[in-house]
């Protein structure tokens, strides 16, 4: 049990900064959409994966913070438990001591709580998530399995130093995925008879993989067996499914300088034949998604007519914004951290408890 203690420990606060990374982009996100830069949907997308990417290393960021802070005003903390003691002891919160005591020790409790099995209805809750956990699990497995075969299946058209390009009659929607060692672009037969339509999905397909879409969608999906049951975890997958799409198509139109009202007729006949689609819908990244197609198509139709005008973006703007939002979730990070060294404060709040136990004792006696 008590290897394990940190582990969850760190599990939970892991899923507390992804909850406050969430929050952050999600604030950000209404900032946005009010401002001439809502369009920039290739800065977004950057300025999220740095977040995403600041979330596992969280815990560092955390201890840069608190040592900064600790030698720029030596004495403060960043901590909101130690924050929360300080202003206990300074009379700021009215609570008797031993409850303001297991109120700050909430979390250690629980953890002790899943690793005791000392209420059947937790158990019971753990249980039911593992046995999902394994479902998930299962399903990225006979996934990966169905696209490898789908992969070996088709033929090999064209080969490059890193991406293979591969024709199959089994499939009606283009899509790009990541083996072990290299890239493959999967392409409908039929395309061979439309070379306009040819380009365009291997525009949008590479654009992904220069993106590196590819390898953030399996970082994604591995991680979703562990972090199902947080909402964060869904509306961060949410946010970067949308922007990986509306800025693969603003890349592939401005870059190349393809057409964007040709280009959109092609996605919308693509969403046609995606919606009738049986196949599996993760671990590749497709021309359209065949679950939001319908729900996307109309962000991507109006991004992509808008496309010509936003294409100027300011990088300068977008450096600052991500370097706020790394800097919030520093910052959070440290707020949330669980300390673990015994203070001043921590022990003046030890001894009024044990001050109040005994009175209580004594008056019990």
């Not at 960043?78 to 031993?98: Q, S, T």
């Not at 997958?237 to 949308?242: E, G, L, V, Y």
């Amino acid at each position: 049990m008590t290897a394990v203690e940190p582990v969850l420990d760190a599990f939970l606060e892991f899923n507390i900064v992804l909850g406050l990374s969430a929050l952050i982009w999600l604030t950000a996100r209404a900032i946005l959409v009010r401002t001439s830069l809502c369009y920039g949907f290739v800065e977004q997308l950057r300025a999220l994966k740095t977040l995403c990417i600041c979330v596992i290393f969280s815990p560092v960021l955390a201890m840069c913070v608190s040592g900064f802070v600790s030698l720029a005003w030596p004495g403060r903390v960043v901590a909101l438990g130690d924050i929360a003691v300080a202003a206990y002891l300074r009379g700021e919160i009215a609570m008797p001591a031993v409850q303001f005591e297991t109120l700050l020790n909430t979390r250690e409790r629980w953890v002790d709580h899943v690793l005791t099995g000392s209420y059947i209805f937790v158990t019971c809750v753990l249980i039911v998530l593992a046995l999902v956990s394994a479902a998930l699990a299962i399903r990225i497995v006979r996934n990966a399995l169905a696209i490898s075969n789908a992969v070996r299946s088709s033929f090999l058209w064209r080969q490059s130093a890193k991406v293979d390009i591969r024709l199959s009659d089994r499939i009606s929607v283009p899509f790009a995925v990541r083996g072990l060692r290299r890239r493959h672009v999967v392409l409908p037969s039929h395309l061979l008879n439309t070379p306009r339509d040819l380009r365009f999905a291997l525009a949008h397909e590479f654009q992904h993989i220069r993106a590196l879409d590819l390898e953030w969608e399996l970082g994604f999906e591995f991680l979703r067996p562990l972090l199902f049951w947080n909402p964060a975890y869904l509306v961060l997958k949410s946010q970067f499914d949308r922007l990986r799409e509306l800025a693969c198509d603003q890349s592939v139109v401005s870059r190349r300088g393809l057409d964007a009202t040709s280009y959109t007729a092609c996605l919308l006949d693509y969403c046609t034949r995606s919606v009738k689609l049986r196949s599996p819908r993760i671990l590749h990244v497709a021309l359209v998604n065949g679950t939001n197609a319908k729900h996307a198509l109309r962000q991507r139709v109006i991004a992509l007519t808008d496309a010509p005008i936003t294409k100027g973006h300011f990088p300068a703007v977008f450096l600052g914004f991500t370097l706020c939002l790394v800097t919030l979730l520093a910052i959070g990070s440290a707020s949330v951290r669980q300390t673990q060294d015994w203070s001043h404060d921590r022990l003046m709040l030890s001894t009024v408890v044990n001050l109040d136990r005994l009175e209580a004792r004594n008056q019990g006696n």
